[in-house]
């Protein structure tokens, strides 16, 4: 089901006119935490380090290890990264990892850390699979772990977390331009729909404008990870960043183009977490330089 007539704009989520448009059939559940309580404010975690990448932006995977150990552990509060995976995943799950493809992807140390993690963990090998790709992905799928890569997009304004999932529509291209504000409406499909149960951007070397394509005047060392179960808000602080950075670059506001409408869309229309700010607790640990948190 989707919006008749005109694109979706701006405009239209600020006179909150477009969720009385779409069938509630498209609204999804209310943001749970994974402990399945009611959530009060999204957690997200910014786990940095100024070694993980060196100089020729190099990754170090055992510094990388550290920060995804981290991650884990600070945001589920478990005491082990052990205990932290078997709170967001069992070990009957079959676990797709889906990575940024193509263009400016996940940086695959990201991807080979996860996994052995994973491993450790207790989670068969046998049991993870690759996941990024077309519909049949992620119905092979019980769990999905979201592995994007902070980055803008010339076609969507922002290409993270809302629009990790774009191959699984099978029609990619009716996502761009200001029908990114659809993207959202991948993730309740019903083959997609309530299996995320993390996701971490790779924010170690990010693109702040003219992607997909690899532009090092845009590239900079962040090296972190950003985590969290709320979709939205994980994109609503990557979407922070790129916009900060962009700021600090320009001196001044420097808006993306086109407006990155998947990420207030993703919370007004499809109910699948806050992009509200004050709804959304950042906790961040090691690295403080260009946090860019505004």
């Not at 994007?148 to 699984?168: E, N, R, S």
């Not at 299996?195 to 404008?209: E, F, G, I, S, Y």
Request: aromatic share 6%.
């Amino acid at each position: 089901m989707h919006h008749k007539g005109r694109p979706l704009t701006r405009r239209d989520f600020l006179r909150g006119t477009i969720g009385a448009t779409l069938g509630a059939s498209l609204l999804g559940p209310k943001f749970v935490t994974a402990g399945g309580k009611p959530a009060g404010k999204s957690l997200v975690t910014i786990v940095r380090d100024q070694k993980a990448m060196d100089a020729s932006n190099n990754v170090n995977p055992e510094v990388l290890k550290t920060m995804l150990d981290q991650t884990l552990i600070k945001f589920t509060g478990k005491k082990t990264a052990k205990e932290a995976w078997l709170s967001l995943v069992k070990p009957e799950d079959t676990i797709g990892l889906v990575p940024t493809p193509h263009l400016n992807p996940t940086h695959q140390e990201v991807v080979d850390a996860v996994k052995g993690s994973l491993i450790e963990a207790g989670i068969p090998e046998g049991k993870i699979l690759h996941a990024q790709g077309g519909p049949d992905k992620p119905k092979a799928c019980t769990a999905l772990i979201g592995l994007p890569a902070l980055k803008a997009h010339w076609l969507t304004g922002i290409g993270t977390v809302m629009k990790l999932y774009i191959l699984y529509s099978g029609k990619p291209s009716y996502y761009h331009d200001e029908s990114n504000a659809k993207l959202g409406e991948i993730w309740n499909l019903p083959f997609v729909k309530g299996k995320t149960r993390l996701v971490l951007v790779d924010a170690l070397h990010p693109l702040c404008d003219k992607g997909p394509q690899p532009d090092p005047r845009y590239k900079w060392a962040y090296n972190g990870l950003i985590a969290g179960t709320d979709p939205v808000a994980v994109d609503s602080v990557s979407l922070r960043i790129i916009t900060e950075k962009r700021k600090a670059m320009r001196g001044e506001p420097w808006p993306l183009s086109p407006p990155p409408l998947c990420v207030e869309a993703a919370d007004k229309v499809y109910k699948l977490g806050t992009s509200n700010w004050d709804k959304i607790k950042v906790e961040h640990y090691g690295w403080e330089k260009e946090l860019l948190l505004g």
